[in-house]
């Protein structure tokens, strides 16, 4: 995990679009790791920093890659995450994030309706990128409010990724699950690259992935979230 990590963040910190820690050291030996980075110290985020980190988020997706998916697996939290390579996105985001974290959530004892509304699901996936045009942009990959940080001077910081090459949207989709990304940050990210138009109903299928992620890995109270954004981009496709 910690070694999928420093690959993450010396990836983002070779595009030079937003600041991430210095990985100083990453080692492994006998089933033993450990990730040596860069101490950095926060102060609160302002809408400046939160603004900053808008423009250089949307100038880090335009580093691009030949195919979606990543070099190298990794994790999203303690979960595994596949990223074999792939030239379509639909069939990535179906098989190496919904299906995956369905098919987990089976084991896991999630069956009935959360199942069968999924496989509904995957079956329209394509439905939501008619018209779509997208680019495999290098992605931070789990960016929620807590994986964000200003350095006094007012610098955004990234950290803890989860990258590979997909959709841009599923970074923004993410910022807003969880809250805590003012309104400046959208609005400069949406002045340096504006959002496409499908965005919003985009936003639920990406958040869904998360959603189910923390179902397996926390438990019940998250299936009626879960279940309640299939419904919603059932009805989309309806």
Known sequence: MLIAEADGLKALAECGAVRVPNVFAAEEQDGQACLLMEWLDFEMKTERAAAKLGERLAQQHRCLGKQFGWRRNNFIGATPQFNTLSEDWVTFFGKHRLGFQLRLAAENGYRGELQENGARL???????????SLQPSLLHGDLWSGNWGALPNGEPVIFDPAVYYGDREA??????LFGGFPAAFYSAYNSAWPFDPGYRVRRDLYNLYHVLNHLNLFGEGYRT????LMAQLLAETS
């Open 171 to 176: 970074d923004l989709a993410m910022t807003e």
């Open 122 to 132: 995957q079956e329209k996936l394509s439905a939501f990128f008619s018209g779509y």
């Open 225 to 228: 979230q879960a279940e309640g």
